[in-house]
């Protein structure tokens, strides 16, 4: 066969030969064909298929990022440094000051404080400022292809389809993460679907452009994943030498009177108050670093990302916007 090819195509036949990654181009189009089989047995519209699941290159940055070796890990004290600094603290108080009726309605409604919401989209995308600017459906069907976790991102590609069909969003405009984390509090695709909220009463549940979703949706997620009304998240805390590391996890629940009578004390010195509200030491950079009582909030809040690093510091900033 190649023989009989006039030397000018061989030459350009060898060459997409070498240029073509371990993913051959056809392979992504039989994938999709596939995708699009999945979509209508999963009862998306043939209009949502033939506008999203038709002429899609895979993301190579998508790809690149996803590969992309964890640099050095940070410490939790380089983390906290990085997230909850003087610049987003003083933002996040003048944007509570400037959105405090839409933040109100949440906090009523959901019983979540205004300042965990905002919190949440201060550690998300900088209050809306950095939401990813990737198509949702590319990010989604090039991590489905790509196969490292079919079944995961396939799962999101559907929802993602239902979300498109449901009238929230147009495709062109559904952006996210490389990953598919979507709009200002990048809720993922079945996140989306699960826990977004239309507080602006036009039908549409937008977490991309519509502030008041974007609270009632976030402080929802909350409400919905056991937040309860009228509890702190926790406190700083010491540990008394010779405190065993096997109890320094969010697994363990005690009341605070248990861990008071095991010599952790506030910050302060103070003995922890004789309650029995359930309670969990956590040490994000190990027994050496800072440790913090947390309460039934904070593990509300690793239902939403389950990190120490990033519970802790959602609850160190929501301290500090709420003075
Ligand atoms: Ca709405």
Redesign the pocket.
């Known amino acids: 066969m190649l023989r009989s090819m006039p030397q000018k195509i061989l030459l350009t036949f060898l060459l997409m030969l070498i240029a073509t990654p371990s993913h051959a181009r056809q392979d992504f189009n039989v994938w999709l064909k596939e995708m699009r089989g999945k979509a209508a047995a999963a009862g998306i519209s043939q209009a949502t298929i033939n506008a999203n699941l038709y002429n899609i290159t895979p993301s190579q940055t998508a790809i690149r990022l996803d590969k992309k070796q964890p640099e050095v890990k940070k410490t939790f004290a380089q983390y906290k440094t990085a997230v909850v600094n003087q610049n987003r603290i003083n933002k996040g108080r003048k944007l509570i000051r400037e959105h405090y009726t839409a933040l109100d309605y949440a906090e009523k409604k959901y019983g979540v404080p205004k300042q965990f919401i905002v919190a949440l989209w201060g550690i998300e995308t900088n209050f809306g400022g950095n939401t990813g600017g990737f198509s949702v459906v590319t990010a989604l069907a090039t991590m489905a292809w790509e196969g490292r976790r079919e079944e995961f991102f396939t799962k999101e590609l559907i929802n993602a389809l239902q979300i498109i069909d449901a009238g929230h969003i147009v495709g062109s405009n559904m952006k996210g993460s490389w990953a598919g984390a979507m709009g200002q509090n990048q809720f993922m695709p079945s996140s989306f679907n699960a826990y977004a909220v239309?507080?602006?009463?036009?039908?549409?549940?937008?977490i991309w452009k519509?502030k008041?979703?974007v609270f009632c949706s976030t402080a929802n997620y909350l409400k919905k994943n056991g937040w309860n009304t009228g509890e702190r998240w926790g406190r700083r805390v010491t540990l008394p030498a010779g405190f065993s590391k096997s109890m320094i996890t969010p697994k363990i629940k005690k009341p605070i009177s248990y861990w008071a009578s095991q010599g952790v004390r506030t910050i302060n010195g103070n003995a922890l108050p004789q309650e029995n509200m359930m309670a969990s030491i956590v040490a994000p950079d190990g027994i050496g670093g800072e440790a913090y009582i947390v309460y039934n909030n904070y593990q509300t809040i690793m239902d939403w990302n389950r990190s120490t690093y990033f519970a802790t510091s959602v609850g160190l900033l929501a301290d500090q916007l709420a003075r």
């Open positions: 239309d507080c602006t009463g036009d039908g549409k549940r937008d519509t008041r979703d």
